[in-house]
């Protein structure tokens, strides 16, 4: 009897997609490109050469790929020449993605996410006459990008990327979707809009997902310069009122809004639900807040009354709101039960909900979520927890005024398997 031996070339096509697919495109262009005609035929093919990431994420940091000379070489030279025409998205890190978009010419590339640039790197791309007047001006319709700012000066990060994003519009002529995404929740860069002033609008513009710092500058991104946005996800780092930009005129083509604060807000009333009552014809919301000084939790018969009741197009809702009642009545104390009864009419979306009394510090908390949960941040985590699966979450503050057992951290390494801070 003979042994046999089966390589590459002695499966069908068919076998060798399937398998490709499951592998990383990047690497299995560099590994087989040049091995022979057939396979260059394969992995050519737009499976696998419409999108590349030259990034890695390794350690909570992205890696450019292209930092090793050997495989930038081989892109340059044998593979990006011969597979340019099929490329629609780049994944690229500073200071390679220059060079990676100056090797050849991307007639279909309309996707673009630059990881690692700081205002340095930015300025030196953005102002490049040949990619500003070429494919920025002409071709780019969505952006991705993750800045990487010096935190050691907070008021000199603040100016840099407000300089970066003033930048983006004027070079983005074709712009649709802006996206800022970031490798941690919690050193974020967040946008001051007054520091220095961000002038940039767009008449096409209808995606933005963007981290600003405060509730005024979510309104003066609402203010008109994007007439045309259908898609606003905002991340604050905290709600207060703002003594130059009040709640303005309607919203009618915003179509999908989400709203998170990581601070508390004693104004949800005053700014949160005046603000939504401009989008008449929202569709989707998300909505994840803790809200204080209020004398009632915020439960399923005020969600009712405040936003179901007045957008009336709503379809999708998804939320985290915890409520914190500042007084301690045990004749009067509402139990999780209590709360979970009022959600009896939310009948498209599965509700949890717990309560915790605190006698020392004469609180009441409650905590309300739409599950699966889809927030980074879990607030004043308690002994009352239900568990559950959150693979969102990557921060978690825990509170209460019994000790935490171990059998407790054991559930919590369960609920949270991706979490990054514990405080």
């Known amino acids: 009897m003979f042994d046999s031996y089966v390589g590459l070339n002695d499966l069908p096509d068919e076998i060798l997609i399937i398998i490709f697919q499951k592998l990383n495109n990047t690497e299995l262009l560099y590994s087989l490109q040049g091995v022979n005609k057939r396979l260059n035929k394969i992995i050519h093919d737009p499976i696998f050469t419409t999108r590349l990431a030259f990034v890695k994420w390794l350690s ?26 099929n490329i629609k998205w780049l994944d690229l890190a500073s200071p390679s993605m220059k060079h990676v978009l100056h090797t050849v010419e991307y007639p279909n590339l309309v996707t673009l996410a630059l990881y690692n640039i700081n205002e340095e790197s930015a300025q030196s791309l953005f102002t490049d006459k040949t990619l500003s007047s070429g494919i ?33 519009l004027t070079v983005f002529h074709c712009l649709i979707t802006l996206i800022l995404f970031e490798s941690s929740y919690i050193n974020c860069v967040r946008l001051n809009l007054d520091c220095p002033p961000i002038s940039f609008r767009s008449s096409i513009l209808r995606k933005l997902n963007i981290k600003v710092q405060s509730f005024g500058d979510c309104l003066y991104l609402l203010d008109g310069r994007f007439d045309q946005l259908h898609t ?10 703002s003594d130059e930009l009040k709640n303005q005129g309607d919203l009618p083509n915003l179509k999908c809004l989400s ?10 009333d005053e700014l949160v ?4 009552y401009r989008m008449s014809n929202l569709e989707q919301l998300g909505l994840y807040l803790a809200v204080y000084g209020k004398t009632i939790f915020i439960d399923g018969n005020n969600l009712k009354k405040d936003i179901l009741n007045r957008l009336l197009r709503l379809n999708q809702f998804t939320f985290y709101i915890s409520s914190t009642v500042s007084f301690y009545d045990e004749m009067n104390l509402l139990s999780t039960e209590d709360i979970q009864r009022t959600f009896v009419d939310l009948v498209n979306s599965e509700v949890i909900s717990y309560v915790d009394h605190f006698v020392e510090s004469k609180e009441n908390h409650c905590h309300i979520y739409s599950y699966p949960f889809v927030m980074q941040y879990f607030d004043e985590i308690s002994n009352n927890f239900p568990g559950g699966l959150f693979n969102y979450v990557r921060v978690i503050s825990l509170f209460d005024e019994y000790p935490f057992e171990h059998e407790f951290f054991l559930q919590i390494q369960k609920s949270f398997p991706f979490v990054e801070h514990i405080f």
């Open 232 to 241: 606003f996800i905002i991340d604050l780092l905290h709600i207060r009122p």
């Open 60 to 85: 909570h940091n992205f890696i450019d790929l292209f930092s090793c000379d050997i495989i930038r070489d081989k892109f340059c030279s044998e593979i990006l020449p011969a597979i340019h025409q």
């Open 259 to 268: 709203l998170t604060c990581y601070h508390g807000t004693l104004h949800y």
């Open 136 to 168: 920025f001006k002409n071709q780019i319709t969505t952006l991705f990008l993750a800045i990487d700012a010096d935190d050691d000066d907070y008021n000199a990060m603040l100016s840099s990327v407000n300089n970066i994003y003033n930048c983006i």
């Open 273 to 276: 639900l005046p603000l939504l």
